[in-house]
C-alpha cells in the first residue's frame, strides 16, 4: 500500500527559531516522486519542491531545506530561523511513477509566534 | 500570467440542489486535476484529465458527481444532487504535458462549499 504519513498535526514554534516537519512515505515502488506543498492562509496550494527516488541529495533554497533518507522513507522539510509568513500548512505528497494518483499526506499546520 | 481560476470562490446551497464548480486552467498544460480538501479526509484526488480526456475518476465518491472537460480551457465538476456531507473546498489544479501526474501541479484558489 502506498501512504504518506505526517504525523505532527500542529506544531508552535517561536520566531527565528528552526522547525522539522516530518514525512515518512511507504511504497513498493523504486521508483517515484516525492513533494512538498505549502497551504497558506489564503489557501491556494503552493509547491515548494518535487525530488525522484534515485536523487537523495539534499536540497537547499533559502532558509528551507530537505532530507530525503531511503532507507529510513523519510522526506524531512526543515526551516530555518522562522518567520512569520512561513506559517501555514505544508503538505508531503507521494506520485509512483507506475500510478496516476499523487497521495497527500494529512499535513501539519505550523504557527510561527511572533 | 494568470493562473489557475476556479468560481464561484463560495458556494452556499441546500440539501438536493445541484452545483456546479468551474476551473480554467493554465494556458498550455495538459493535465487537469480535481481534489476535495476536508477536515476528516484531507486531500483527496477526486479525477484528472490529460488533453480533455478523463484518465482516472476512481477518485469521484459517487455517481452524484460528474466532471467534464470540454475544451483545454475549462472543467466542470458537478454534484447532484447535493448532500451536506459534500462540504469542502474543492480545488482545480494544472500541470505541464511533460509528465503530468509527476510535474509541479499549480493550484487554483478553491471553492469553498457549504450544503446545508
Known amino acids: 500500500a502506498q501512504k504518506v504519513t505526517q504525523a505532527q498535526t500542529e506544531i508552535s514554534v517561536v520566531e527565528k527559531e528552526d522547525v522539522t516537519l516530518d514525512c515518512v512515505y511507504e511504497?513498493?515502488?523504486?521508483?517515484?516522486?516525492l513533494f512538498w506543498y505549502k497551504q497558506p492562509p489564503s489557501g491556494e496550494l503552493v509547491f515548494l519542491i518535487r525530488?525522484?527516488?534515485?536523487?537523495?541529495q539534499n536540497e537547499i533554497s533559502g532558509r528551507y531545506s530537505w532530507n530525503f533518507q531511503k532507507s529510513t522513507s523519510s522526506f524531512n522539510f526543515t526551516i530555518t530561523a522562522s518567520q512569520v509568513v512561513d506559517s501555514a500548512v505544508y503538505f508531503c505528497?507521494?506520485?509512483?511513477?507506475?500510478?496516476?494518483?499523487?497521495?497527500f499526506g494529512k499535513g501539519t499546520r505550523l504557527h510561527i509566534l511572533p | 500570467d494568470a493562473g489557475v481560476i476556479q468560481s464561484p470562490r463560495h458556494e452556499v446551497t441546500e440539501m438536493g440542489q445541484e452545483v456546479t464548480l468551474r476551473c480554467k486552467p493554465i494556458?498550455?498544460?495538459?493535465?487537469l486535476f480535481w481534489y476535495r480538501q476536508t477536515m476528516m479526509r484531507g486531500l483527496e484526488l477526486l479525477i484528472y484529465?490529460?488533453?480533455?480526456?478523463?484518465?482516472?475518476d476512481s477518485g469521484m465518491p459517487e455517481d452524484r458527481f460528474s466532471a467534464k472537460m470540454p475544451n483545454a480551457s475549462f472543467s466542470t465538476l458537478k454534484i447532484q444532487p447535493s448532500e451536506p456531507r459534500d462540504s469542502a473546498v474543492y480545488f482545480c489544479?494544472?500541470?505541464?504535458?511533460?509528465?503530468?501526474?509527476?510535474?509541479?501541479?499549480?493550484f487554483g484558489p478553491g471553492t469553498r462549499l457549504t450544503v446545508l
Open positions: 489544479a494544472s500541470s505541464p504535458g511533460t509528465s503530468g501526474r509527476r510535474d509541479e501541479q499549480f
Open positions: 511504497t513498493r515502488d523504486t521508483t517515484y516522486y
Open positions: 525530488r525522484n527516488s534515485f536523487d537523495e
Open positions: 505528497a507521494l506520485n509512483m511513477n507506475r500510478d496516476d494518483k499523487i497521495i
Open positions: 494556458s498550455g498544460h495538459d493535465y
Open positions: 484529465f490529460n488533453n480533455n480526456v478523463p484518465i482516472d
